[in-house]
């Protein structure tokens, strides 16, 4: 059985020698951290600097609403109504095993405040569940097709430190998975809240395309500056 204090298995990617920023992107359910690892390709990060992904493998565990299948997953899914019933103590097992990767590219030399937090679906809510409580200021938070979890939480448990993070959210019209009310309500939950979200929507179901893939490169090229 896995040590939860072992850090989680990833692949890296490195745009060039020596990276002075990092970003950790979280796959979502039942994925894993190879799932994202092609966009480096597809990303403009021209006049970035040195760049190192790393993504993440989340620990395999059952999901209840896939009828108990064991699969890579950040926290479990109790039925199709997100917000009624979360997996809280998973979520924060999970926020725990973020916070780790992240004291990790910070004790390779990488500054908090050089560090983005990616998310897709399960992977973008770890990525606000963390972010937005991580004591230190980040880069950014990259935000595609998932919401906030656990929000009546967010107001008592966000630092200061992260009031100023931009935030990228992302999310498909015709999502069946997530649907994009729930995200809307996680955007203006966030707004609500004073931060600063870069809000975008796409003709696409639960995915990425490739319009996403140039606003998302644009906004990393401009919060990396």
């Not at 725990?96 to 908090?112: C, M, Q, T």
């Not at 995200?183 to 996403?212: I, K």
């Amino acid at each position: 059985m896995n040590n939860p204090n072992d850090l989680l298995d990833a692949i890296e990617v490195e745009t060039a020698p020596n990276p002075t920023v990092s970003v950790i992107w979280l796959h979502g359910l039942g994925a894993d951290g190879s799932d994202f690892v092609p966009i480096v390709n597809e990303l403009d990060l021209s006049g970035c600097p040195a760049i190192r992904f790393v993504f993440p493998h989340a620990r395999t565990m059952p999901v209840t609403i896939n009828g108990g299948y064991v699969m890579r997953a950040w926290y479990d899914i109790l039925g199709t109504d997100l917000a009624k019933r979360e997996d809280e103590a998973g979520l924060r097992r999970s926020q725990a095993e973020v916070e780790n990767l992240i004291a990790r590219e910070k004790s390779r030399g990488v500054a908090a405040h050089r560090i983005v937090l990616a998310g897709f679906s399960q992977g973008c809510a770890m990525t606000i569940q963390t972010g937005l409580r991580h004591p230190e200021k980040l880069a950014g938070l990259l935000c595609l097709s998932g919401y906030v979890p656990i929000h009546t939480t967010v107001e008592a448990e966000r630092h200061g430190a992260n009031h100023e993070t931009p935030i990228f959210m992302a999310h498909g019209r015709a999502d069946p998975v997530i649907p994009i009310i729930r995200a809307e309500q996680s955007r203006d939950l966030l707004q609500g809240l004073g931060y600063n979200v870069e809000w975008h929507e796409y003709n696409m179901p639960h995915s990425v395309c490739p319009q996403e893939l140039a606003d998302i490169g644009a906004w990393m090229r401009r919060i990396l500056a």
